[in-house]
């Protein structure tokens, strides 16, 4: 399932990331890759440990609790903290599966990557590539997004960035463990939900098929959650 949504922060909270990070230090990217992803991505990355990171990924980590369409589509347990990364020209990220199992800096916690996101920090029009490219069974997904938008997609997916030919790219990016692991489980309950906002803005929720509908909605997470 790949979702975008809208306007994830704020117009204020894209200028003050952005305003951060160009004053951080940035350092190659390969830093936090896999032996394979390693050999396929050319892009630059805020050192996960710097006080920028942790600061910047407070405002994004913030901006999820409010946002009821991450929360629904993700059904996070645990959110790893968000990195940031930039593609400048000539710079990619080829063909990669992320890794399955990532450590929690600072806790040692080894959590189970799920659901992949990306924020896009930067305005379409100030860069040329650099698209997203999720790919599935039914083919290439390329997204590129406005500043403060975010899509979120299996993290089983392939998927890759295209070569920036002119500008610079800049994103925040992040894994969660869901508490549903399966992707199509997902899916169904992310749709079943969005249903059930939409009977309820035609009935009243005292009505026998909002509560039905919903009661079946919180006994599916019931039977395929995992906390």
Known sequence: MLVTIPDLLTPEE????R??????????????AGDQAGKVK???????????????GTIVLRALARNATYSSAVLPLHVLPPMFNRYDEGMTFGAHVDGSIRV?????????TDVSTTIFLTPPEDYDGGELVVHDTYGEHRIKLPAGQA??????????VTPV???????????AQSMVRDDWQRHMLYDLDQSIMRIRSLLPDDDPGVTGIT?????????????
Do not use: C, K
Request: aromatic share 12%.
């Open 165 to 175: 030919t002119r500008g610079s790219r800049w994103g925040s990016f992040f894994w």
């Open 14 to 17: 894209v200028a003050y990331m």
């Open 151 to 160: 899509v979120i997609y299996p993290a089983t997916s392939l998927h890759s």
């Open 215 to 227: 009661a079946h909605y919180h006994n599916m997470i019931r039977q395929w959650s995992e906390v």
């Open 19 to 32: 305003q951060v990070l160009e004053g951080t230090g940035w350092i190659d990217g390969r830093h936090t």
């Open 42 to 56: 050319h892009n630059l990355q805020v050192p996960v440990e710097s006080a920028e990171a942790a600061e910047l």
């Open 104 to 112: 929690a800096p600072g806790t040692g916690q080894r959590l189970r």
